[in-house]
């Protein structure tokens, strides 16, 4: 077997690879260091994770999910128990709210507050596909924003349209028209 000449770059003196396109040589330039000694750091801490957390999913007889790793901990059950905490802050003013009239929770700055992030919630979630996200309005959908409302503007016709809806049910407070009742009917 022949020994293979390494060619030597005359402009920086470094060894080529032996490739050449188009007239360039390309140079056997080896990798910095601090690059190396990041990618071992990056493949050991990642031996590491897989024993310490879930990380592969497998097949179980319940259907698939990732091994438990070591510490058996488990992001589903953080956020689980993340929400019943905020549940549980929540639940002295939503039931002060439950319990209180319209004007009882206007009267009070710290429940009209939490009704009406609820409030905004609930309007992002359920009125703004039709209504708009400004409760502008759009083609066949009112807007909320003027003094001009269909079914009444104030706070109990407004109770009334979610409660009930607007539009033909088995409801015999409902009104005529396309609106379902908040929550209970699909449009």
Not at 37 to 61: D, E, K, Q, R
Not at 89 to 116: C, G, M, W
Request: glycine residues 10%; proline residues 5%; negative net charge.
């Amino acid at each position: 077997m022949a020994e293979h000449e390494k060619e030597i770059d005359t402009v920086t003196g470094r060894a080529t690879t032996g490739h050449e396109w188009d007239g360039l040589k390309e140079l056997n330039t080896p990798l910095p260091k601090w690059w190396l000694y990041t990618f071992y750091v990056s493949i050991i801490g990642s031996i590491v994770y897989y024993f310490f957390f879930p990380a592969w999913p497998i097949p179980t007889p319940d259907g698939w999910r990732a091994t438990a790793g070591s510490l058996g901990y488990s992001q589903r059950a953080t956020v689980t128990q993340e929400l019943k905490d905020e549940a549980a802050k929540r639940a002295d003013a939503i039931n002060a709210i439950a319990s209180q009239s319209f004007e009882q929770i206007e009267k009070n700055p710290n429940l009209l507050e939490v009704a009406q992030a609820g409030g905004r919630i609930a309007f992002k979630e359920n009125c703004a596909p039709c209504h708009g996200t400004g409760a502008q309005g759009g083609k066949g959908f009112p807007n909320l924003n003027d003094d001009d409302w269909l079914w009444g503007g104030k706070v109990e016709d407004i109770h009334t349209t979610l409660l009930h809806g607007i539009r033909w049910d088995q409801d015999a407070d409902t009104r005529v028209s396309a609106m379902p009742a908040f929550g209970k009917t699909a449009c």
